[in-house]
């Protein structure tokens, strides 16, 4: 992501041309006022030949269970229904109102973006059923020459697509089965290689269509148009089907890629890149309006622009990494009723369908999820999962084609997928489901509006619509059904035909549907009230606002909002006080940022109630023209009121500006030993916020020369200095750095060490290197102390690099031995030291060798330097190596040496088919370990997994957390990782390779980002930070932090062992 931002955006992403995303000889551009009509008709006569291909083949045949790549649940069957040549590597479908299925069909390449947007390869079929059975037999390319569509929409007779960079709509204006018409509806999103971009669109009950963005920058507008809605973080967004009244619904998890609707209108996404703590967590969440949700993003700039109403709102299901694709709510009985309004989900890499048992909670909702399907092959990838019109499922699978994250990469070979359906054995059949049989064209609105109560889902559907189509004519009809008792659904299909109907009329109607004796039908009243900022239903809405139904409480809030009336402040800052639950009080309080009723808000921060005070807070603070001040927000560090103080500190952090008017509170916490109740977290949140305030350095500094300081506050301080976003630490703080080297505190001592190493002062390395001499000092903390000063070591003495190389040892601690190897690595070493430290290159492994290597840059000794390519032929650390680390070495060696290291070079560089060779010489290891074997080895220390990775809470942050890393990595996904770090990176652990105007590299992941600088996590788990001032270059790293040869560095036994453990990982 980063490297996106830092580079030059491609001008194609924000600016392109007609051909953009889709190629112009495809078919006719339509655009409004620049129709070329001869022009077109022309094109299109040309294209139509080469365009209107179809593929005949036998409907498939049933299916056995053996068949199928996955499990069905008891009482279920399943059939493939669509296949090769039909279609190939399909990801998303949808029905248009015939029963024909439009598939989204990869091309199976793995291209970047630039590459696509030249030579656009991906397509949408038209599959069709001829013979009735179920089984489609007939296949057209409906539009060929996409860049990379991730979704599909049949709406009102044309085919809606998100492919980057822009959405679009499709028609067939001849009935051939092929697309002839083109409308780029609206551009500008960025186009990513790993399809965190532009997902949908998805048909919303209200008539909108909408469409989620990633979490890459967006500038949506109109072909040659003004910027209409702008961003950096992922957003769920809507808009009339004509690409008009753009707006943003709400904000996202880090990907959102799907969109379901409940039958009130309430929404749900499925997406990834959730925050669950620091690790990654895909996720469904019940997607209201303006919410922002939990986003694991390292660059603090993705956030901007989103309106925060307190902490993120709660996710629904969290998946652990899984990778979802697809999500629909079940509306259907034929699997039987106790799956009506279930929701269903595709995890991509889970190889799982799973079913969401909502339960409403207050203004939200609860859900007990379940397996669906789960695959029995390693191959079967769903992406998709909808519902045929008689109750059927299809499920959508991908094959295996797809070799970004979360999949594997070396020797992968295609495998096709296909389209099922599962169904249950006992259903009854539907008659009619779609009701074709019936005279639509014929259907006056009177007789329209009986079937919008139909048992069929899918003829109401078709009812709503042809309403909606016939505007001022259908109203009395569906003023009728609202006003005189047709039954729930029926009055509630009325209400979402009218949201549809551009009449005042049409908005007065739905006032009286906001009275409905039914909260479903009132609910979706509100969200149609809301919709059109009908401010006509201000009263019903105020007093809608009291009810004792949350979910049309919040639903109220929200209309509120959108009416933006300042008479609704009072309301709804009262509303506060009656202890709402989260999504509630968001709704409440985002509409106070929305009425921007600065005055009320003002007042309310005088008010009785802590709960109110708070909500006022938040509201000046998000809204356009709050003017919150130090002065106004002062007074409400109350250490009686924890849920307002803590509000307060969290804004305070937010206003660095303000710093100078605290300094005699700061004085009252570090000099006065009074936290007065002050969590260490908010704290330190709030010193990193104001320490470039001179007078707050110098107040850490005193507090830190006090003798009675407390020790959690002293070591509160140091961490505070080891993370305050300065280029460099001010005298006073590393003097007192000195002082701490002796403190009694062990903790205190070791937080010091780490400060005077990433402040990379010299002053104090006397005193490190004494430290590092005192036998009674723990063991790492004597080590840690050698490599903070190792950089300015010009020659290390003998005592020192003999405790150094007894560090080393394969019985000590991973992260011991690792501290140790970099500690050698950066200090000046004699060249018999060099001689000496040849013999623990030979058998060191793949987590100390590159750190040791270095050494041997400042050497140019012949001798010294066969001496340490010998050691390396023979040390299992030797795959851990890359190339250009070893030619980096050795460069100023004699002419020999450097020969020998060209052949260790050709060695080392990466060759597939070895690759693919050495990964099935293992492969049978897979399925073979003994799990609890594997868990001790991940844990110990000859593995030294969990220095970096997680299991369960236990273990180091710097990598993925496994916990579940098998619920989306199959047995050969977990063997390449484990073998072959490099071949692929999980996402949000890339490497980058960064270059400083001064020439210094640094290589590592990127932990953090903020507005002034980046933070990179090395191999030696230290993080550095880097001011983006002095950045000169960005690029995608080559070489994962992980250590390659684990494979070398264990028995077949102890591999197996291992990758049975992380195969017990779900």
């Given amino acids: 992501m980063l490297l996106d931002r830092f580079m030059d955006q491609k001008a194609s992403a924000f600016e392109h041309s007609e051909g953009a995303g889709m190629s112009k000889l495809a078919f006719p551009i339509v655009r409004p006022l620049r129709l070329k009509a001869a022009f077109l008709c022309l094109l299109a006569l040309a294209c139509v030949s080469i365009l209107c291909q179809s593929d005949a083949a036998d409907s498939p045949g049933p299916t056995s269970e053996a068949e199928l790549p996955f499990k069905v649940p008891p009482g279920f069957v399943a059939e493939l229904v669509a296949g090769p040549p039909l279609v190939e590597f399909p990801m998303f479908a949808c029905f248009d109102d015939r029963g024909r299925l439009y598939v989204v069909d990869s091309a199976g390449v793995n291209e970047l973006p630039d590459e696509?947007?030249?030579?656009?390869?991906?397509?949408?079929?038209?599959?069709?059923?001829?013979?009735?059975?179920?089984?489609?037999?007939?296949?057209?390319?409906?539009a060929n020459k996409l860049t990379y569509p991730q979704g599909v929409l049949w709406h009102d007779g044309a085919v809606y697509t998100a492919s980057p960079p822009s959405l679009w709509r499709l028609e067939d204006t001849k009935g051939t089965g092929v697309a002839d018409q083109r409308q780029e509806l609206l551009t500008g999103f960025t186009f990513t290689k790993w399809a965190d971009d532009l997902h949908g669109p998805f048909l919303g009950p209200d008539g909108r269509i909408y469409w989620t963005s990633g979490r890459y920058p967006h500038a949506v507008k109109r072909p040659g148009g003004e910027v209409l809605v702008k961003g950096n973080g992922p957003r769920i967004l809507r808009c009339r089907p004509d690409g008009g009244d753009v707006e943003v619904f709400c904000n996202g998890?880090?990907?959102?890629?799907?969109?379901?609707?409940?039958?009130?209108?309430?929404?749900?996404?499925?997406?990834?890149?959730?925050?669950?703590?620091?690790?990654?967590?895909?996720?469904?969440?019940h997607a209201v309006a303006g919410g922002v949700y939990p986003i694991l993003d390292r660059d603090v700039r993705t956030l901007e622009g989103m309106r925060h109403t307190g902490e993120p709102l709660p996710v629904l299901v969290h998946f652990g990494v899984v990778a979802p694709c697809g999500l629909m709510r079940y509306r259907g009985d034929a699997l039987?009723?106790?799956?009506?309004?279930n929701l269903f989900s595709a995890l991509f890499g889970a190889r799982a369908v799973r079913r969401h048992i909502l339960k409403r909670d207050g203004s939200t909702f609860q859900a007990v999820t379940e397996d669906f399907l789960v695959a029995r092959a390693d191959d079967f990838h769903p992406t998709d999962v909808l519902e045929d019109a008689d109750g059927s499922l299809l499920v959508v699978d991908t094959g295996n084609w797809y070799n970004l994250c979360p999949s594997s990469q070396v020797g992968k070979t295609p495998v096709k997928g296909g389209v099922y359906r599962i169904r249950r054995k006992e259903a009854v059949p539907v008659n009619d489901p779609r009701g074709l049989a019936l005279a639509w064209n014929k259907l006056a609105a009177g007789e329209l509006v009986r079937l919008l109560d139909d048992d069929r889902f899918a003829v109401q559907d078709r009812a709503v619509e042809q309403l909606a189509k016939s505007g001022a004519g259908a109203l009395a009809s569906l003023k009728e059904t609202v006003a005189e008792g047709a039954a729930p659904r029926g009055r509630r299909n009325a209400v979402w035909a009218l949201t549809r109907i551009d009449e005042n009329e049409a908005r007065a109607t739905v006032r009286l549907a906001l009275a409905d004796k039914d909260a479903s039908v009132r609910q979706a009243a509100v969200h149609c009230a809301g919709l059109h900022r009908d401010g006509a239903a201000l009263p019903r809405l105020?007093?809608?606002?009291?009810?004792?139904?949350?979910?049309?409480?919040?639903?109220?809030?929200?209309?509120?909002?959108?009416?933006?009336?300042?008479?609704?402040?009072?309301?709804?800052?009262?509303?506060?006080?009656?202890?709402?639950?989260?999504?509630?009080?968001?709704?409440?309080i985002f509409s106070l940022i929305e009425i921007t009723d600065r005055d009320s808000l003002v007042q309310a921060l005088k008010d009785s109630r802590a709960v109110v005070r708070r909500g006022a807070l938040?509201?000046?603070?998000?809204?356009?023209?709050?003017?919150?001040?130090?002065?106004?927000v002062a007074p409400l560090l109350d250490p009686a009121a924890p849920i307002l103080r803590d509000e307060a500190m969290k804004l305070l952090a937010t206003h660095p500006?303000?710093?100078?008017?605290?300094?005699?509170?700061?004085?009252?916490?570090?000099?006065?030993?009074?936290?007065?109740?002050?969590?260490?977290?908010?704290?330190?949140?709030?010193?990193?916020?104001?320490?470039?305030?001179?007078?707050?350095?110098?107040?850490?500094?005193?507090?830190?020369?006090?003798?009675?300081?407390?020790?959690?506050?002293?070591?509160?301080?140091?961490?505070?200095?080891?993370?305050?976003?300065?280029?460099?630490?001010?005298?006073?703080?590393?003097?007192?750095?000195?002082?701490?080297?002796?403190?009694?505190?062990?903790?205190?001592?070791?937080?010091?060490?780490?400060?005077l190493r990433t402040a990379g002062v010299a002053d104090f390395d006397a005193a490190l290197l004494r430290l590092a001499s005192q036998e009674a000092r723990p063991t790492q903390l004597r080590v840690e102390a050698l490599a903070a000063a190792a950089p300015r070591i010009t020659h290390l003495d003998k005592a020192h690099f003999n405790f150094l190389t007894k560090c080393l040892d394969k019985d000590q601690p991973p992260l011991l031995r690792l501290a140790a190897a970099g500690a050698l690595g950066q200090a000046g070493l004699s060249e018999n030291q060099l001689r000496a430290l040849s013999a623990a290159i030979a058998v060191a492994g793949p987590l100390e060798t590159p750190k040791l290597l270095p050494a041997y840059e400042k050497s140019a000794n012949a001798e010294v330097g066969e001496q340490v390519?010998?050691?390396?032929?023979?040390?299992?650390?030797?795959?851990?190596?890359?190339?250009?680390?070893?030619?980096?070495?050795?460069?100023?060696?004699?002419?020999?040496?450097?020969?020998?290291?060209?052949?260790?070079?050709?060695?080392?560089?990466?060759?597939?088919?070895?690759?693919?060779?050495?990964?099935?010489?293992?492969?049978?290891?897979?399925?073979?370990?003994?799990?609890?074997?594997?868990?001790?080895?991940?844990?110990?220390?000859?593995?030294?997994?969990?220095?970096?990775?997680s299991v369960q809470s236990q273990g180091g942050r710097i990598g993925p957390d496994l916990s579940h890393i098998a619920a989306s990595r199959s047995g050969p996904d977990l063997l390449e990782a484990v073998v072959f770090p490099s071949a692929s990176f999980a996402r949000g652990y890339e490497p980058f390779t960064i270059t400083l105007h001064s020439g210094q590299v640094y290589n590592g992941i990127i932990g953090r980002e903020t507005v002034d600088a980046l933070y990179l996590v090395n191999a030696e788990r230290a993080e550095v930070r880097l001011a983006r001032s002095m950045i000169d270059t960005i690029e995608p790293g080559k070489t994962s932090i992980m250590p390659q040869g684990l494979d070398v560095q264990l028995s077949p036994r102890e591999l197996a062992d291992v990758l049975a453990f992380l195969q017990s990982l779900r």
């Fill in 116 to 142: 696509l947007s030249k030579n656009p390869p991906h397509r949408i079929r038209l599959l069709e059923d001829a013979k009735g059975d179920g089984r489609f037999d007939k296949s057209t390319v409906f």
């Fill in 657 to 755: 500006e303000w710093s100078k008017g605290f300094n005699d509170v700061f004085r009252r916490w570090l000099l006065d030993d009074n936290l007065e109740g002050q969590s260490p977290e908010e704290l330190r949140r709030l010193l990193l916020a104001y320490c470039k305030d001179a007078a707050l350095q110098d107040l850490i500094a005193r507090a830190l020369r006090r003798d009675k300081l407390p020790a959690d506050t002293r070591l509160l301080l140091l961490e505070t200095i080891a993370q305050a976003p300065l280029d460099k630490p001010p005298l006073t703080w590393v003097v007192e750095l000195r002082w701490a080297l002796e403190d009694k505190d062990e903790r205190v001592v070791r937080q010091a060490v780490a400060d």
């Fill in 542 to 588: 105020l007093e809608l606002l009291k009810s004792d139904a949350p979910p049309l409480r919040r639903e109220a809030a929200a209309a509120l909002g959108r009416l933006k009336n300042k008479t609704s402040a009072p309301a709804l800052l009262e509303a506060l006080a009656d202890g709402p639950d989260r999504f509630l009080e968001h709704a409440l």
């Fill in 618 to 632: 938040i509201a000046l603070d998000q809204m356009d023209g709050g003017n919150l001040t130090r002065e106004m």
């Fill in 336 to 341: 039987g009723s106790e799956y009506r309004d």
């Fill in 869 to 949: 390519l010998d050691a390396l032929t023979k040390s299992p650390g030797l795959t851990s190596l890359t190339p250009d680390l070893l030619t980096r070495t050795l460069k100023g060696y004699p002419e020999k040496v450097r020969q020998t290291a060209a052949g260790l070079c050709k060695k080392l560089a990466v060759n597939g088919e070895k690759q693919t060779a050495r990964l099935a010489e293992l492969k049978p290891l897979l399925g073979k370990g003994d799990a609890l074997q594997g868990r001790e080895l991940f844990f110990g220390k000859k593995a030294t997994c969990s220095t970096c990775h």
């Fill in 253 to 285: 998890i880090g990907n959102p890629v799907e969109v379901a609707f409940t039958e009130e209108g309430e929404a749900f996404a499925a997406g990834t890149f959730a925050n669950r703590g620091r690790d990654r967590d895909d996720a469904i969440l």
